[in-house]
């Protein structure tokens, strides 16, 4: 008999966006003629840079001639990428990143959703609340939780990230092994500082823990001051991986391409408490279940660091932020609190009700799709994220009606 992993069981009945795509369907479907304005999922909806889509087209006509064709590239990425990478995101920052360090892959959820695989079925798993859902819902896939109650899975320890901590978690009350961050933050838009970001190194050092920190929003960040790498702490190479993404800097979100890094000192444990080589593991794994990003978007992605494609990939990044400008602008003016916006894409509304309620009012009354904030976990109820992500046109008009509604 064959029987499933009933881990799976475990787990809430959909994924957050797919269930929020599909109460926009339906709300659709009701309702033909109204115009929708999506500032949910965090999805670009600008066109791809120019610097990289000219290195597109020249990668695709490299792959249409025998001499240039390329077949399988490296797993890990080809050379020119993974230099490009640590030379612009990281030595430029003063974090010694080599390009052995760097695997590039399909995107940073497939890589956050993936590494738990590393390590044991009894790690204490240490997560924010609100938070990313990949990184929880992987660990219940992978049975490192008990049953959900009240909100909750048990056996996890939920990092409260509220208007009381300034939406960045305090350090664990008890020990934990694995520990997830996520800076700027989604869903809440909150920077670290490097000072705080120093405290959580000291952490995992001094208990042997690992820090997962996920950078897929380091190109919002406006003020200089804050890390962009948590490479850019003493002693982070050792107990921290990092994840980045091309998708919201460059636009990638239906391209694909993003790389983690994985340094040759970082490390964790055996049984016996033996030091083992998290960068031997995570090549192991991804040699035997990943054949590489194509080449042509492996060209288009190393544009992003050319001298165009970098003025052009600020320019992107601007636009967006000019849209979260105006939705911290008009938010603040309807009297709500919120946070984010400032360094991200994302802006953190606090709704005096319901998350769902409110989701479902905005969908209703303004035609606006947002995210409710209950979605990404207990500490998210009674907020909504909404995303910068859209035409600036949009924005406005989301905007609007939003005042509309809320005013
Ligand atoms: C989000 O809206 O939170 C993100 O777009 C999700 C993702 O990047 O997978």
């Keep these: 008999m064959i029987t499933i992993n009933e881990h799976y069981l475990k787990l809430q009945a959909s994924y957050l966006f797919s ?175 490097k000072a705080q970001l120093k405290q959580w190194v000291e952490y995992a050092r001094d208990n042997k823990a690992l820090i997962l920190f996920d950078a897929a929003y380091e190109a919002f960040i406006r003020d200089d001051s804050l890390p962009k790498s948590i490479y850019e702490i003493d002693g982070a190479k050792e107990v921290a991986i990092e994840f980045r993404s091309f998708s919201k800097n460059a636009g990638f979100t239906g391209t694909r391409c993003a790389y983690t890094v994985v340094p040759k000192e970082c490390r964790a444990y055996d049984s016996q408490g033996n030091r083992q080589d998290l960068h031997f593991l995570w090549n192991r794994r991804h040699c035997t279940k990943f054949n590489g990003v194509s080449y042509p978007v492996q060209r288009a992605a190393e544009a992003v660091y050319s001298q165009d494609g970098k003025k052009q990939v600020r320019d992107l990044v601007g636009y967006y932020m000019r849209n979260a400008d105006l939705i911290r602008k008009e938010i603040a003016a309807l009297g709500y609190s919120y946070v984010g916006g400032e360094n991200s894409p994302y802006i953190w509304i606090e709704g005096g009700q319901d998350s769902w309620q409110f989701f479902d009012m905005l969908l209703d009354k303004a035609g606006v799709v947002c995210t409710p904030g209950a979605g990404f976990g207990k500490c998210g109820q009674g907020y909504i994220r909404i995303s910068a992500f859209n035409s600036y046109e949009n924005v406005q008009k989301a905007m609007e009606r939003i005042r509309a509604v809320l005013g």
């Excluded at 590039?104 to 938070?131: M, R, W, Y």
């Design 19 to 193: 269930d929020i795509a599909q109460r926009v369907v339906s709300f659709q479907e009701k309702n033909p003629d109204r115009e929708i304005i999506r500032l949910g999922i965090g999805d670009v909806t600008k066109g791809l840079p120019k610097a990289c889509i000219e290195a597109f087209h020249r990668a695709v006509d490299e792959m249409a001639e025998d001499g240039s064709f390329r077949g399988y590239g490296p797993e890990q990425g080809y050379a020119f990428l993974r230099e490009a990478i640590a030379e612009n995101d990281f030595r430029s920052r003063g974090a010694d990143i080599t390009a052995e360090e760097i695997f590039v892959s399909d995107g940073a959820k497939c890589d956050t959703g993936n590494i738990q695989e590393l390590f044991s079925s009894d790690a204490k798993v240490a997560l924010p609340d609100p938070v990313y859902p990949v990184y929880l819902d992987t660990n219940v896939m992978a049975g490192r939780t008990k049953e959900f109650e009240g909100g909750r899975y048990g056996g996890i320890v939920y990092l409260d990230s509220t208007k009381e901590n300034n939406f960045v978690p305090d350090l664990p009350s008890e020990q934990v092994d694995l520990i997830y961050l996520c800076f700027p933050n989604n869903p809440t838009g909150s920077t670290i500082s």
